[in-house]
């Protein structure tokens, strides 16, 4: 646990007034803010759920529209460190710490399309043209299928720490469904189905039934309760607070 940081307040009273004559500092651990860049308040809830036993303050960056302009780039892990450089010149003054996130949806037999421009292809095609592009790689095998047609949710926490940019990366396997099912989540989640997992929390093969399983059904009909048990973006912070601990693994 971080102890809380503890001050001696000392104070006169005058009149009906009180006046604060001095502030000193008694130990306990001060704080370090994060301020994240993103304007979802679950993402944000999520980031100091994880943060917070470290000792960190997560508090929101709202930018105006147009202030971050997104990159054109071929890997998350560019995406997340070019939007970062630029997160930076927006940090409030005194401030070093600044974190984003970014995601994307990587399908196997499209060569990892839409991958870094997943957003926008959800805008374009949608994810009923993502299963047109798909259409020709059927099977009545359900395993067979799930590997014809894998994919996977792929996240990056990237934090400037006032030094240096440190790296979190998240990934959930699984694979493209052949019709959309469910109205649940966002993006691209009515015809995504994750592979079960373990007891560790860890993806099982396609066919492997485990603790955890959606059991065929996608990101899109199942609550927001189970998603999370999958979740590629808290993946991605579980492996920056490892970073961030001391205590480097890859998950």
């Given at each position: 646990m971080v102890a809380p940081p503890c001050y001696q307040i000392t104070f006169e009273i005058k009149g009906k007034g009180v006046i604060i004559i001095g502030v000193d500092w008694l130990g306990g651990t001060m704080s370090t803010?994060?301020?994240?860049?993103?304007?979802n308040e679950g993402k944000?809830?999520?980031?100091?759920?994880?943060l917070s036993p470290l000792g960190f303050e997560v508090r929101q960056l709202l930018l105006p529209e147009g202030a971050i302009v997104e990159p054109q780039l071929d890997s998350l892990e560019d995406v997340a460190i070019a939007k970062l450089e630029q997160a930076k010149q927006y940090l409030p003054e005194g401030e070093t710490?600044?974190?984003?996130e970014d995601a994307g949806l990587f399908v196997d037999p499209?060569?990892?399309?839409?991958?870094?421009?997943?957003?926008?292809?959800?805008?374009?095609i949608g994810f009923?043209?993502?299963l047109r592009l798909l259409d020709h790689l059927q099977s009545e095998d359900p395993v067979q299928a799930a590997s014809l047609r894998s994919a996977s949710f792929q996240a990056?926490?990237?934090?400037?720490?006032?030094?240096?940019?440190i790296l979190g990366k998240g990934s959930c396997p699984g694979s493209i469904s052949t019709t959309s099912n469910g109205e649940e989540g966002f993006g691209f989640d009515p015809v995504f189905i994750p592979r079960d997992i373990d007891d560790l929390g860890q993806p099982l093969p396609p066919g492997t039934y485990g603790v955890v399983s959606t059991h065929g059904a996608t990101f899109g009909a199942v609550s927001l309760e189970i998603k999370q048990k999958f979740s590629h973006r808290r993946r991605a912070l579980d492996h920056l607070v490892t970073q961030l601990s001391g205590d480097s693994q890859d998950l």
């Open positions: 803010v994060i301020w994240f860049l993103t304007g944000l809830t999520e980031a100091t759920h994880h710490h600044v974190m984003v499209l060569d990892g399309f839409p991958g870094v421009y997943s957003s926008y292809a959800y805008k374009t009923q043209g993502l990056v926490a990237a934090l400037w720490d006032g030094s240096n940019i």
